[in-house]
């Protein structure tokens, strides 16, 4: 494996887990809800079919690692571009948005990582918009 900035190389499905888990992050708290809409996510979309469920604390403890940087987010968003293809930008928007809206309310602080997010992946804004809509519908209570 390829090392970046001290962090292994990621498959194009870690990097999907690793920008849910940093969203999850973002806010110093890892709820509950969270955790639950990511394993829901691993467990059900076909995107992670071949995704070995084993290597999540590992991705976990790289995000976790890197965040404790100085320069740690621009590291994971450079592991994450690494990993993925720039056709999956918007399905990693989308997953982070699901796992932000996933308590029901999305803090300032999971809206700013949101918004970097979408300047990083160069996700169009009508895009965006309509990708974080399906998400609050989807994850809206009675």
């Known amino acids: 494996m390829t090392e970046t900035s001290s962090a292994p190389a990621l498959s194009p499905q870690d990097a999907l887990v690793a ?3 940093t969203v ?4 110093s708290t890892i709820r509950t809800s969270e955790l639950l809409t990511i394993q829901a996510i691993v467990n059900h979309l076909p995107i992670f079919a071949d995704f070995d469920e084993d290597r999540l604390e590992g991705i976990a403890q790289t995000v976790f690692d890197l965040l404790e940087e100085e320069d740690g987010l621009d590291a994971i968003f450079g592991l994450i ?3 993925l293809p720039v056709t999956h930008y918007e399905t990693a928007y989308a997953l982070g948005c699901d ?3 996933a308590d029901g309310t999305v803090l300032q602080t999971e809206l700013e990582l949101l918004r970097e ?18 998400a ?3 994850h809206l209570r009675l």
């Open 117 to 134: 997010i979408r300047y990083e992946f160069e996700i169009d804004p009508l895009h965006a918009a309509a990708i974080e809509r399906a």
């Open 19 to 21: 920008l849910m888990i």
């Open 99 to 101: 796992v932000a809206a």
């Open 81 to 83: 571009k690494a990993a």
């Open 136 to 138: 609050r519908a989807r």
């Open 24 to 27: 999850s992050a973002s806010d």
